[in-house]
């Protein structure tokens, strides 16, 4: 897909890297192709997919696919699952902390990455950014305790992070409701 072999290629952000802690290249991370039965909406790699280069290959992606109930091989077929964050590349660290997705990559390849992957059928949006880009809301919690509102097409899901476990605590009808309508929603679209 040449969009994909675009965003590959893409160094805009490539000043803004070498500005931060971790002084780093960019390093696209995505998995795209048109037909794709989910698509995962993250935020951005983190240092370990930076390294990597596989999206998702982290704790985060552990629990992901166990929120989801599907395996890694599931989980990495291009054909029928789009991983695409809003932002391509790891924004580095600023004081240890990661920085949040630049802008300029979702404004630069959001549409014409989704226009060219045509629809599909589940979108899951994980994190604050992708549901502030996608839904135009601002609130992870109001937003994931809506959740019923944006289907059969879109689920929003808190980050699958462990910065996230308090939140998850904090919310044990995340797990309690969510997941098992996640889990069949997917399995619904997957076959």
């Given amino acids: ?35 794709a ?27 992901l696919r ?11 077929d291009v054909t029928r699952v ?33 226009d060219a992957l045509g629809p599909v059928p589940l979108t899951l949006l994980v994190g604050g950014h992708a549901q502030s880009w996608h839904l135009k809301t601002r609130n992870v919690t109001d ?5 019923r509102d944006y289907l059969p097409g879109i689920l929003p899901l808190p980050h699958p992070s462990w910065r996230n476990t308090a939140w998850l605590k904090r919310n044990p009808w995340f797990e309690a409701e969510l997941v098992p309508a996640l889990r069949a929603r997917v399995a619904e679209v997957m076959r």
């Fill in 143 to 147: 937003t994931v305790a809506r959740w």
């Fill in 66 to 76: 166990d929120w989801l109930g599907i395996d890694r091989e599931t989980f990495y």
């Fill in 37 to 63: 039965r989910l698509m995962v909406a993250g935020q951005a790699p983190g240092m370990r997919v930076h390294q990597s280069g596989l999206p998702f290959d982290d704790p985060s992606g552990d629990r």
């Fill in 1 to 35: 897909m040449k969009i994909a072999e675009d965003i590959r290629a893409c160094r805009l952000c490539a000043d803004r890297f070498a500005a931060t802690e971790t002084r780093h290249a960019p390093r696209p991370v995505l998995r795209a192709q048109p037909g």
């Fill in 82 to 114: 789009a991983i695409v964050p809003m932002a391509f590349c790891f924004p580095g660290y600023r004081k240890g902390s990661d920085l949040p997705p630049p802008p300029i990559c979702a404004r630069t390849w959001r549409a014409p990455l989704l």
